[in-house]
T-cell receptor
Framework: KAGVTQTPRYLIKTRGQQVTLSCSPI?????VSWYQQTPGQGLQFLFEYFSETQRNKGNFPGRFSGRQFSNSRSEMNVSTLELGDSALYLCASSSGGLHHNEQFFGPGTRLTVL | GQQLNQSPQSMFIQEGEDVSMNCTSS?????WLWYKQDPGEGPVLLIA???AGELTSNGRLTAQFGITRKDSFLNISASIPSDVGIYFC?????????????WGLGTSLAVNP
């Protein structure tokens, strides 16, 4: 099985712009979670989607949003970018079944906001 | 809120040495996962623990789910250079709708060949 893929791998934006990141989960996985990772802060949970519905949400402002499509692919959007949004954004998929928490991660998208 | 302490924050060891790291929490969990992250990559699942007291091995790695359900440790035996990376504990409660992982800040491991 192919692993979780994320595009793009690297992105440079300027303050005030908006950005859309894409994630394709492992085939058959219906749950997709998004995380923001910054040095010293670890992985911060953004949100989780399951069967096109947001099932869990972290403590991020409304500028961060996401969605999931019928094929389980997911996108996250950040509007009105701020310098502090520079981070590695990780997507993880899981089967959503008994071992729901066993998440499999993509390589991440490195976002730099100038 | 839930507090999760992972220690040590970093380790620098000689190749061949054994390594031990742990996570403690003020909350009870029913799942403990351990991940490793290499530079520029996403975390990779190493070991999953689902039962208090459970001791599980994956090659040179051994992890245990504490009896109190508030802690877990990960041991690496006979370390090698490719063990370099950041190790994360990630406990969770699979109850209700709050089934998200809580992440430690990681233990950064450096191995001197």
């Amino acid at each position: 099985k192919a692993g979780v893929t994320q595009t793009p791998r690297y992105l440079i934006k300027t303050r005030g712009q908006q950005v859309t990141l894409s994630c394709s989960p492992i085939s058959g996985h219906r749950s997709v979670s998004w995380y923001q990772q910054t040095p010293g802060q670890g992985l911060q949970f953004l949100f989780e989607y399951f069967s096109e519905t947001q099932r869990n949400k972290g403590n991020f402002p409304g500028r961060f949003s996401g969605r999931q499509f019928s094929n389980s692919r997911s996108e996250m959007n950040v509007s009105t970018l701020e310098l502090g949004d520079s981070a590695l954004y990780l997507c993880a998929s899981s089967s959503g079944g008994l071992h729901h928490n066993e998440q499999f991660f993509g390589p991440g998208t490195r976002l730099t906001v100038l | 809120g839930q507090q999760l302490n992972q220690s040590p924050q970093s380790m620098f060891i000689q190749e061949g040495e054994d390594v031990s790291m742990n996570c403690t929490s003020s909350s009870i969990f029913n799942t403990w996962l351990w991940y490793k992250q290499d530079p520029g990559e996403g975390p990779v699942l190493l070991i999953a623990l689902y039962k208090a007291g459970e001791l599980t091995s994956n090659g040179r790695l051994t992890a245990q789910f504490g009896i109190t359900r508030k802690d877990s440790f990960l041991n690496i035996s006979a370390s090698i250079p490719s063990d370099v990376g950041i190790y994360f504990c990630a406990p969770a409660n699979n109850a209700g709708n709050n089934r998200k992982l809580i992440w430690g800040l990681g233990t950064s491991l450096a191995v001197n060949p």
